[in-house]
């Protein structure tokens, strides 16, 4: 356990906590930022942060409470200096363990221990915690949601209703008044996730329930049992993007700054599928999303990232009517990162006077 620490003043050297980042998340970037403001522009900075949101600043300072500067709390240049270690994607494995002496909790942001070797951290005495993260369940939502409008044509029928549109005669019934086209909708059909991380995962389990077919690719593989649960195939991604009839993207990134969807892949696509981006801009070369949507090549696409942020009015893509797009809100408020970064502070404070973390507890034995 973490020697407790007097709860205000400055702690003596020999007691300070030291907490390190093993990796760069805006949630992380947020708790080291708290950690370490001092002055009335720092403070400023982080409700910049959430712009055009604005936080309550009493709520901003009310959270470090007992983990500042002054309560002995300091942010380690090096994971072998620290006695608490957040992360979200690196790895905590026995030989980051071992030549990390100090080391006491492993706080994890996502509630799977991906990455982190818990029999080592057993045998280290080192306490982990995984908080399930709900801006990642809201953003499979939304991914859902983007594909629902689009083979539920929700954009269309909503204009249509606004401006009065009719087909047909006035009664007390009159299915379809405004004569819509083309509508449809997820059960049947074949859903190509390309990353099967923890968004991924997520969007799985709801598309299971709207009776799709999964396919998916990547180097994440869920567990045998898990894949025959879900009913989802591993494959290449050409044979993913060929197979499906909606393709959701859920990768971390792209390489070498070449887009993950190009041209050759959107060519591979099945005629009239749909692609969904709720991951990141970047992972899709809009000029040639556009020209497919344009010709037909592809039934549509749910965006809700965007190469360049935010998007202009004027933009071509505004002009199309198999677009839905969204102004990159699928995680929730960014105000809800005051929650997790919450929760990271309350389990620093229990393990930091000897308990255990009291959010995303794991158990690692004894």
Request: charged fraction near 25%.
């Amino acid at each position: 356990m973490i020697e407790p620490l007097p709860a205000g003043g400055t702690a003596p050297a020999s007691t300070t906590v030291c907490v390190g980042f093993l990796d760069d998340d805006h949630v992380l970037d947020m708790a080291r930022r708290l950690l370490t403001a001092r002055s009335d522009r720092d403070w400023a900075d982080l409700a910049g942060f959430f712009a055009p949101e604005v936080p309550d600043p009493s709520v901003l300072r009310s959270l470090r409470a007992g983990v500042g500067p002054a309560d002995g709390v300091t942010v380690a240049s090096s994971p072998a200096d620290c006695t608490v270690l957040l992360l979200r994607r690196g790895r905590v494995d026995r030989r980051l363990l071992e030549s990390s002496p100090r080391l006491r909790f492993v706080q994890r942001l996502g509630a799977r221990d991906d990455g982190i070797d818990l029999v080592a951290a057993r045998e280290h005495g080192v306490q982990v915690s995984c908080l399930p993260r709900p801006s990642l369940e809201r953003t499979a939502e939304h991914a859902l949601l983007l594909m629902l409008a689009l083979v539920k044509r929700l954009p269309t029928a909503d204009r249509a209703v606004r401006a009065g549109r009719t087909a047909g005669r006035p009664g007390d019934v009159a299915y379809n008044w405004a004569g819509l086209t083309g509508l449809g909708g997820l059960t049947g059909r074949t859903l190509g996730i390309i990353g099967l991380g923890e968004v991924g995962l997520l969007v799985a389990e709801r598309a299971r329930a709207f009776g799709m077919r999964l396919l998916y690719c990547g180097a994440t593989r869920p567990p045998a049992e898990r894949q025959t649960e879900l009913g989802a195939r591993h494959l290449p991604i050409g044979d993913v993007l060929a197979g499906a009839d909606i393709v959701s993207l859920h990768a971390p990134g792209a390489t070498a700054g070449e887009p993950l969807i190009g041209r050759a892949e959107i060519d591979a696509m099945r005629p009239g599928a749909l692609l969904i981006n709720t991951s990141r801009g970047r992972l899709v070369d809009e000029d040639a999303l556009y020209d497919a949507l344009a010709a037909g090549r592809l039934g549509g696409a749910g965006l809700d990232v965007h190469r360049a942020e935010p998007r202009p009015a004027d933009d071509r893509f505004c002009a199309l009517d198999n677009v839905v797009l969204t102004p990159h809100i699928a995680g929730g408020s960014r105000l809800d990162v005051l929650d997790e970064v919450g929760q990271i502070f309350d389990n620093i404070r229990s393990v930091r006077s000897g308990g255990s973390p009291v959010h995303g507890r794991v158990e690692v034995g004894s």
